[in-house]
C-alpha cells in the first residue's frame, strides 16, 4: 500500500484544514488508518485513528472535539476535518495504515505511512 497525504498549508489560529490521505497499489479498507504528527526535534505524535469499518475512532486529548477522523470505503480515502487549529498544532502531519483492521494510537502496529503534509497555523 502506498499513502499520499495532502491538504496542508498555512492558515490563521481559529481557521480550519482537511488532510485527507489516498491509497494506491492496493485498497486499504480492512486497515485501521491512523493520523501521526511530528514537530523537528519531538517523537511522532499520535492525532486520531479510525478502525476498517470506520465505526470506531479514536483521538489525542490534545485534539479531541476539534478533529474528525472519517474513511470513504468507495473513494479509499481517510480524512482529518481539523478545525479551531491552534499555534502547536503546527506539525508534519502523516497518515498511516495499520497491520490489523482495529484503530490503534500505537504507531508500531503501523506498517505503511505516507509522506507527510506540511499544516502551519499562526498566532
Known amino acids: 500500500v502506498q499513502l499520499q497525504a495532502s491538504g496542508g498549508g498555512s492558515v490563521q489560529a481559529g481557521g480550519s484544514l482537511r488532510l485527507s490521505c489516498a491509497a494506491s497499489?492496493?485498497?486499504?479498507?480492512?486497515?485501521?488508518v491512523g493520523w501521526f504528527r511530528q514537530v523537528p526535534g519531538k517523537e511522532r505524535e499520535f492525532v486520531a485513528t479510525?478502525?476498517?469499518?470506520?465505526?470506531?475512532?479514536s483521538y489525542a486529548d490534545s485534539v479531541k472535539d476539534r478533529f474528525t477522523i472519517s474513511r470513504d470505503k468507495v473513494k479509499n480515502t481517510v480524512a482529518l476535518q481539523m478545525n479551531s487549529l491552534k499555534p502547536e498544532d503546527t506539525a508534519v502531519y502523516y497518515c498511516?495504515?495499520?497491520?490489523?483492521?482495529?484503530?490503534?494510537?500505537?504507531?508500531?502496529?503501523?506498517?505503511?505511512w505516507g509522506q507527510g503534509t506540511q499544516v502551519t497555523v499562526s498566532s
Open positions: 497499489r492496493r485498497t486499504f479498507s480492512n486497515n485501521a
Open positions: 498511516a495504515a495499520g497491520l490489523y483492521a482495529n484503530a490503534s494510537p500505537n504507531p508500531r502496529v503501523y506498517r505503511y
Open positions: 479510525i478502525d476498517w469499518s470506520g465505526g470506531t475512532t
